[in-house]
């Protein structure tokens, strides 16, 4: 009787993967985003709803301040196997930021923006406003926000895309012209900006760099396709390794699996070398595709209860600062009545 398969728990090869992805065009993008910012009536922010929390990236919270925003994440069929599971994912996910509005897109966009104009037509800005009402679409690199425009003008003023987009990020390196994706009675028009994806200056947790290169945030160059093909291994393990089986049993060592694939997909070199690096960027691309199951990559319960514990201990570091003020205001006073 063969031993029943047991998926590692944890990913060993940390150490070679690089931490930084902020590039200039990132830094001055920017820039000029809190520079317009006056200008703009409310943000639209992407994340990939395949990393919910690790696609959030902190320096919009800066640099964007309270400006109204609606959070649209992307992708939302490359994250889930079945409609039950969606719908429980995207209940953790609107509990991630409770303030904003939340809408979900699937990674063909088609029908899934309608709501988004709905609401968009019908916002408080807009009804009554006499100019033009200008929605600034920020996000990580390559988290969809070019699709997302162009998906929007379709169904908006069914008209054609607007602008381009790529599998790789990158493809957007300046913010754009105003696009027009609603059109209402009284002149008060919706337009919407592209801007260039913003990474952040630096990723302290390894695990973190590894999850946005698979969802495409980075460079496909940057980061080793043999480490991230085995990080998605890892991942693939911990939900079914069935999905790879035309390939190889299930296996917790990626460079078998990726041999077979080699072979089997004609991946090969030089006197029938097997391009290991080239099959593994195809196995990414394929499961990036949906072709090697759907799931998250965060875990989303424990990012809230990290999230709650937090705002706990600030309350209690609050309570504790308070009590040593009075307790200190107390010895004052005896003090001064002493010294008196």
Known sequence: ?????IPRQSFPHYGSVPRSYFLGHHRAGLEKMKKMLSSIDYVIECRDFRA???SINPMFEEALGDKSRL?????????????????????????????????FTTS??????????????????GPDKLVACRVLVVGMPNVGKSTLINALRNEGVKKAKAVQTGGQPGVTRKIGTPIKIVEREHGSDVYVLDTPGVFVPYVPDAERMLKLALCGCVKDSVIPPTILADYLLYHINLHDPRVYSRWSEPTNDIMPLLDSFA???????????????????S???KWRAGGLGRFILDDIQAELQRRKEAVEEAGQISMAQLLKAEKAARHEKQRRKEAS
Do not use: C, W
């Not at 009787?1 to 398969?5: G, I, L, P, S, Y």
């Not at 509990?95 to 809408?103: A, I, N």
């Open 1 to 5: 009787m063969a031993a029943k398969f």
């Open 52 to 54: 919910p929390v690790t």
């Open 71 to 103: 959070i649209v994440y992307t992708k939302r069929d490359l994250g889930a196997e079945s409609d039950a599971e969606a719908r429980r994912n995207k209940k953790l996910m609107r509990r991630l930021d409770e303030k904003s509005t939340v809408f």
């Open 108 to 125: 063909t966009m088609a029908q899934s923006t309608a709501p988004i104009i709905r609401h968009l037509k019908t916002d408080a800005y």
């Open 263 to 281: 072979r089997q997909s004609g991946y090969l070199a030089k006197g029938g070398v097997p391009n290991t690096d080239l099959a593994a960027l």
């Open 283 to 285: 196995l990414v691309q």
